[in-house]
């Protein structure tokens, strides 16, 4: 599985961003697909996972109510809506498989696309 993120930039406090992730190769259809965050100097913490038919997700405290995964299946596509953006949200953001359908630590996973930054302004 291969994942290319996508989506990454620069928004004052309060804005919205998008972020994408596209996956190829066989075998996307058995994992979960997970966010991770990683701040400068602080390590890489989970950020909200779904299943890939969409049916469940679960989210970080920090992130709940202002964040959406979703995952379109057609297109291979997972993305992370980001709505009321904090100053604290600035991170690189990852993306990643995993065959556990629980996961939410980093260990948990088996993918991992490359980081997108996400600048977030006060």
């Known amino acids: 599985v291969q994942l290319q993120a996508s989506g990454g930039g620069l928004v004052q406090a309060g804005g919205s961003l998008r972020l994408s992730c596209a996956a190829s190769?066989?075998?996307?259809?058995?994992?979960?697909m997970g966010w991770f965050r990683q701040a400068p100097g602080k390590e890489r913490e989970f950020v909200a996972r779904i299943t890939r038919h969409g049916d469940y997700t679960y989210y970080a405290d920090s992130v709940k109510g202002r964040f959406t995964i979703s995952i379109d299946n057609a297109k291979n596509t997972v993305y992370l809506q980001m709505n009321s953006l904090k100053a604290e949200d600035t991170a690189v953001y990852f993306c990643?498989?995993?065959?556990?359908?629980?996961?939410?630590?980093?260990?948990?996973?088996?993918?991992w696309g490359q980081g997108t930054l996400v600048t977030v302004s006060s």
């Open positions: 990643a498989a995993a065959w556990l359908t629980t996961a939410v630590v980093a260990s948990q996973y088996d993918y």
């Open positions: 190769g066989r075998a996307f259809g058995s994992y979960v």
